[in-house]
């Protein structure tokens, strides 16, 4: 039994192109490629152009431009950085696990001082032909960080404070650069995601309730000193939306109506009032499932749920089945980060928790998100490709 293991754990570290090819889940890519697909559905039905008789209308409805477009090249593009991760050698994600949050760590730095500032924000890096957002990049980067470390500690290693100097400034660091920007909602899911890797690596249960206790003790400071004016508002408007319907409810108070007025069914595609009209705030980047659920209803929202709950679930499955720990930690954060997205927007747009920045997966208008999530699902794949081989900490 042992001899047969070792031999096909040996044919799995020298697989053919071909056979990494064949080796791919794809069910998990299918249900990628519906999301895309859908987004690009609903970004047409954002789009608009001038009628041809001004004397009749200002706009028509139902355009690749401006959105869709412009985001069909940018699924493109990262479906080739899905299919080059996904495909590569796990070997070679171990290796350069280090070096990836290290050149993206810099980039977050940067930000800070040639950053291009958008909608009141410091979060862009402008290389001339695009920007990118570091702060999304900087997650993924972080989970392939922590995988490699925590991949080869043992649980008394674990249980030494000063082996979690590292991992902690890991996480740390760039939470911090993030939430100055500021982006409330990527340096939440930054410690989410962080939190959840210390937890799936075996992090002492009670050193996880000393760190959810000091969180509660200082959350009174970051209220006072720790968050800008407009993000006490919007959680001031979470708790009471009709305080300030006009400001800082408005968003929230026109998504309610647009959701609220989809119904079961839905007004019908290229029929959403709310959105179409201008009602409805950011509909093409966090607020696009508001649009969808006016325009396909209950039915529709319900359907790309699901489809996200599948994803997530075969992603859990795919860590529960790895035989090496790197690649298990590092399909767990993928995961974890996959989840906070999509929980956060859903609940955010619905109104269960308050308003922050944060784009429905797969689905939101950008590059950067997109790209991130891309890379993340692409090692998720390569992951199952190599799920029996053994690894090494130096990737040999």
Not at 109 to 127: E, P
Not at 351 to 359: E, F, R
Request: aromatic share 14%.
């Amino acid at each position: 039994m042992i001899k047969k293991t070792s031999s096909r754990v040996s044919r799995a570290e020298n697989m053919s192109f071909s056979e990494r090819l064949s080796r791919m889940n794809w069910p998990l890519f299918a249900m990628i490629a519906v999301i895309l697909s859908l987004s690009l559905i609903i970004l047409y039905s954002a789009g608009y152009k001038p009628c041809p008789d001004q004397s009749e209308c200002l706009y028509t409805f139902g355009s690749w431009d401006p959105w869709a477009k412009s985001q069909l090249f940018k699924i493109l593009f990262a479906l080739v950085v899905f299919f080059a991760t996904a495909l590569g050698n796990i070997k070679t994600w171990i290796k350069s696990a280090y070096g990836i949050y290290a050149v993206i760590f810099i980039l977050v730095i940067l930000v800070s001082f040639i950053g291009h500032t958008g909608m009141g924000a410091q979060r862009w890096l402008n290389l001339g032909f695009f920007a990118i957002q570091p702060s999304e990049f900087i997650k993924i980067a972080v989970i392939l960080a922590l995988a490699r470390y925590f991949s080869w500690m043992t649980a008394h290693e674990m249980t030494q404070p000063k082996k979690m100097i590292v991992p902690i400034l890991i996480v740390l660091m760039p939470f911090v650069l993030v939430l100055k920007q500021p982006d409330l909602g990527t340096a939440i899911t930054l410690m989410m995601v962080g939190g959840g890797m210390f937890f799936i690596a075996g992090f002492p249960r009670k050193w996880i309730m000393i760190a959810i206790a000091s969180v509660l003790v200082i959350a009174p400071i970051a209220w006072s000193y720790g968050l800008h004016d407009y993000q006490r508002e919007r959680v001031m408007t979470f708790i009471d939306p009709s305080r300030d319907i006009r400001g800082g409810g408005y968003q929230i108070n026109q998504a309610k109506i647009a959701l609220g007025s989809g119904g079961w069914k839905g007004k019908g595609y290229l029929n959403g009032s709310q959105s179409h009209l201008n009602f409805l705030p950011e509909k093409q980047t966090d607020f696009i499932f508001t649009m969808l659920g006016e325009e396909l209803g209950f039915i529709g929202g319900f359907f790309l749920l699901m489809i996200y709950t599948a994803i997530i679930s075969v992603i859990f499955w795919i860590a529960k089945t790895t035989r090496n720990r790197f690649g298990q930690l590092l399909t767990f954060g993928v995961g974890i980060n996959f989840f906070t997205y999509y929980f956060i927007n859903t609940a955010m747009v619905m109104g269960l928790l308050p308003t922050v920045g944060v784009p429905l997966p797969l689905m939101s208008f950008g590059g950067s998100s997109l790209l991130a999530l891309m890379f993340g699902l692409g090692l998720v794949e390569n992951t199952y490709i190599y799920r029996d081989v053994q690894l090494s900490a130096t990737g040999h």
